[in-house]
């Protein structure tokens, strides 16, 4: 699995603890060295069947500085990924990725029905 966090991020850490404390193997990725990609952005919204607005960290300063709340609406998937893809603070996180699914925020609940 690949566990994608701001390790200065709380809920990021307290999501790793959670992860090594299951057992769970994974590999740690730092979102603002290596923010993921658009093709990445793209294949972990379709895994994860999820609106692609969960992608975004809409509790962020970077969200509210570029006011995303009003112009999210009226972008395209395509806008929104390449928007997404420029910055890494911009993304939810932690993001947890198996080769079947993708799940953006800690939720210990959904983490656990997908590492079992």
């Given at each position: 699995?690949l566990?994608?966090?701001?390790?200065?991020?709380?809920?990021?850490?307290?999501a790793?603890?959670?992860l090594e404390?299951?057992?769970?193997?994974?590999?740690r990725r730092?979102?603002?060295e290596?923010?993921?990609?658009?093709?990445e952005?793209?294949?972990?919204?379709q895994?994860?069947?999820?609106?692609?607005k969960r992608?975004?960290?809409?509790?962020?300063?970077?969200?509210?500085?570029?006011?995303?709340?009003?112009?999210l609406?009226k972008?395209?998937?395509?806008?929104?990924?390449?928007?997404?893809?420029?910055?890494?603070?911009?993304?939810?996180?932690p993001?947890?990725?198996g080769?079947?699914?993708?799940?953006p925020g800690?939720k210990?609940?959904?983490?656990?029905?997908?590492?079992?």
């Amino acid at each position: 699995m690949l566990f994608i966090e701001y390790p200065k991020c709380s809920t990021c850490q307290k999501a790793g603890k959670w992860l090594e404390a299951q057992g769970a193997e994974f590999e740690r990725r730092n979102i603002v060295e290596d923010n993921p990609t658009k093709e990445e952005l793209k294949a972990w919204h379709q895994m994860s069947g999820l609106p692609l607005k969960r992608f975004f960290n809409t509790s962020g300063m970077k969200y509210k500085e570029l006011q995303l709340k009003d112009r999210l609406p009226k972008m395209s998937e395509e806008e929104q990924y390449e928007l997404l893809a420029t910055d890494g603070m911009l993304v939810k996180r932690p993001l947890l990725i198996g080769e079947d699914f993708a799940i953006p925020g800690f939720k210990e609940k959904e983490w656990s029905e997908k590492i079992r």
